[in-house]
């Protein structure tokens, strides 16, 4: 059982009395002491809202998640240079392309599954999904530049996400 399973399982819990026969809550507890931007982004796929089924979710993490990356991915693609911001109209540009990259970057993240199939990959005549090719992942709109920066922010995030559930893990060996 990977990470997330336990986190999850934490947060459906109905016991979290934290003694020498009830661990539940060690996942939780490791999540937040492993820290950083991975924390809410743990929180917020797997925990608001999915949990319960209810789909609006805590959407004060998933603003707070947003504004956050955000400023990272401008960061990022100031850094990287992805657009020469020269004149105040290049600045004003570049900023529209780091917020959209930024949204449709964390909006595909979060659930980028092919709407046809609902990420089965399988159409309902039993066929391979033709929108998705049977991936089961939606594609990702937009013109090639944009496209190709939206994806290496996914990659991104998913880095992110993984480096959290490392240091979570190690420390709920700990525990």
Known sequence: MGFAEKFVASLQSSNLRDDAFHHDLDA???A?????LGSLLCRVKYADGTINKLFEG???NLTQLLRIWTARVIQKGRERKWVEEGAAWDAHAAQALY???????????LDGKC???????ISSSRQICAPCKG????????????RERTLD???DLEGL???HHGRAAGRLGQF
Do not use: H, K, P
Request: proline share 0%; hydrophobic share 40%; aromatic share 6%.
């Open 135 to 146: 991936i089961g992942r939606a594609e990702i709109n937009g013109g090639g530049f944009e």
């Open 28 to 30: 939780i507890a490791a």
């Open 115 to 121: 709407t046809n199939c609902s990420g089965t990959g």
């Open 161 to 163: 996400l993984q480096a």
């Open 99 to 109: 917020r959209r990259v930024a949204e449709r970057s964390l909006a595909y993240w």
């Open 58 to 60: 805590n959407s004060g």
């Open 153 to 155: 922010m996914v990659s």
């Open 32 to 36: 937040a002491l492993a820290g950083d």
